[in-house]
């Protein structure tokens, strides 16, 4: 193995960091001209890096699948997949870190090595770190690549070797890869197992069967484009044609398009122009025809001499019914960070924090048991209103607990509940 420098990086709290392997020479291959791994890869990172900063319900999924899995638990085979179509064909983008889990190598490895071998999990990563890194982020608009699917695949499968990068699998198998790490006789089985993986992810991606079975253990495979996002048509006859690079760029060409829409125009054009000359006309077409003119006269009008009313009406008024209220403030409580359990008490926002207009975030840490109970809940920070039997409420959640080998342990993490008061 490569001598690693420690430095740190990752979720807020300093628990990730990344090792220097800069110096590890990646195996590049690509399966076909106009298409390049780097090239999917930066697009998928921009497309789903702009969701991340749209859905703050999606990082909370990242969250979940990354920061605290639970079945398994601890995966040695983490996968961030990506499903993109290129003009017309789908590809899977499989960015891998195998024989040990993704918060092991990031504490091993340097933050400028990773931002180049794994940059889809270090773009995560970022925003678990600061949400507001992801604020600025736009995506890279491509005409010809379409990013329709995207998630985390996990497995224990028991890999003795550390090897992480990423692979792209085409139509018919077709094979281009970036990785790095140890080199032995393991590498076909991290390949065997990535396939099987594959062939496990929703939207059936194309996969190579050229490494033979794999026995993946225990896995789990999640989709997390909650959204729908743009469809791109390509007629199916035509996808074949523009494999060669030089018809796919004169078709994508503006003047050829522009020419093919005029040439389109003209064709309607002459056609409704043929079927108007076919029409035969009135004899009397073109002829404007005036109807008579009969003026009217109106009836004489009788007007009655004005009388002024001896006293003033007075105009009913109705006095209003609707009472003006005062306008309530709009409370929320939400779990900020940390699992979510799977039976939870509701939380009240604390009467005097609400006289004093208070809002802001209480981080506890708690220890969830081998059933799932929540024991010893302690207050880390937060205002002191804001913690008013918070610690009592949150010892009646329950969670799903940690398993190592199949077997319920106890494990200690932290929560932050947010109380925002808005006026």
Known sequence: MVPCTISTRGLGDGRFGIADCSNMMPVHTEPEAGIQIDGVRQFARSQFGSRLASDPALLAAFWNQVGAPVNPGRPDLTVFYCSVRWLGRKYALLEFVAGETLEELVKRSDPAACEWQIPLFCRLLDAFDDPAKAAGSQAVQRTDLELIDFGIGRASASLTSKLHGAVLVGPGGDWSEQVFGEYGASRSQVYALLMALCARLPGELPHSSKYGLANLGEC??????????????????????VESGLLAKALSSPYVIAALTALLVLSILYAVGGFLAKRSLPANAGKLALPTYSPVVPPPIEIAPFEP???????????????????QPILSIVLARGTRPIRQTSLEYPAEAQKEHISGTVELQVTIAEDGSVQSPRVLSGDP?????????????????????????PMTTELAIRFNLTP
């Open 309 to 327: 009313p001896s006293e003033p009406v007075p105009i009913p008024v109705r006095p209003s019914s609707k009472k003006r209220t005062p306008r």
């Open 220 to 241: 789990a495979v999640c989709s997390l484009a909650t959204q729908s996002l743009p469809v791109k048509v390509v007629s199916p006859i035509a996808a074949p044609l």
């Open 385 to 409: 209103l804001l913690r008013a039997g918070l610690a009592e409420e949150i010892s009646k959640w329950v969670y799903q607990p940690m398993r190592v080998n199949g077997k319920p342990v």
